[in-house]
């Protein structure tokens, strides 16, 4: 394009090529980064291979009394969905590095969108969640998952969807708080109950838990996008536990991108 088409180009897609350009240097620069020191990546994939390798084998005599075909379609979704919290709700304490050595302040002084800030990063967190997802699928099929080809990638892409949604989350109470000490505490004390009622280990219902605690799992977004993903390994793709489980991360990811990137434009003023 040449400089007199592009003066001549709607307003409207000059800011979308200028976003997408933004948002593409972001995320380049976190990518590099995050491969120059791949030890958060490691170490976040070696907890759910952990849990397959020990805690998977003990399912298995007890698939059967809970439902399940097979004890890796019930097991793996939940393992993803914690890949896709833990692997993304600690992105945090590096923002706060970048805001202590001045890059956040940097950034800021460019014209580049607030959402372009948020969005490169998140996307960078994203890809990270679909490569450790698919190390941890494969990986589980070994010790005996047996899951359609279509079930999985969309489990997979579901449970990178969500780490979106916790990634700008953490970005925005990083950049709220600016403390690891601070930090650190928060996110465990929301993280922890979440993922316990979530059921990631063992479905939750009338039939495994007590009703109040069984009532209190349910209004638990993460337990229902647990139960998606589980009907999606089963290749139950359109039922209503799978429609429930896209349009929760769905709003989950929406809500999340709002907050993170809200947070970075308050923090302009």
């Known amino acids: 394009m040449t400089t007199t088409d592009a003066t001549k180009a709607p307003p409207a897609t000059r800011v979308r090529s200028t976003f997408l350009h933004d948002m593409f240097i972001v995320f380049r620069r976190a990518m590099r980064l995050a491969l120059r020191n791949p030890v958060w990546t490691v170490m ?21 009394a809970v439902g399940a075909r097979n004890a890796y379609q019930l097991f793996v979704p939940g393992l993803l969905v914690q890949l896709g919290m833990f692997g993304a709700l600690f992105v945090g304490f590096g923002l706060i590095g970048e805001w202590r050595d001045g890059v956040i302040e940097a950034e800021r002084v460019t014209p580049a969108p607030r959402s372009a800030l948020v969005l490169g990063r998140v ?13 941890l699928t494969v990986v589980a099929l070994p010790f005996g998952l047996r899951a359609p080809l279509g079930g999985i990638a969309l489990g997979i892409l579901t449970a990178a969807l969500l780490g979106a949604a916790f990634a700008s989350v953490s970005y925005a109470v990083a950049l709220t708080l600016k403390s690891e000490d ?6 465990n004390g929301i993280a922890l109950p979440l993922l316990l009622l979530s ?5 939750i219902n009338s039939r495994t838990a007590p009703a109040w605690l069984n009532w209190v799992s349910d209004i638990n977004p993460l337990k229902h996008v647990v139960n998606g993903i589980r009907a999606e390994f089963l290749g139950d793709l359109t039922t209503p536990t799978a429609l429930w489980g896209y349009v929760l991360t769905a709003a989950l990811v929406v809500v999340g991108v709002w907050v993170g990137t809200r947070t970075f434009r308050r923090e302009d003023r």
């Open 199 to 203: 059921g990631i280990l063992l479905p």
């Open 44 to 64: 976040g994939l070696a907890q759910p291979i952990l849990y397959l390798v020990l805690f998977g084998p003990l399912l298995k005599p007890i698939a059967a």
């Open 182 to 187: 601070a930090l650190a505490p928060l996110l």
């Open 123 to 135: 996307l960078r967190d994203v890809v990270v969640i679909l490569v450790q997802g698919i190390v």
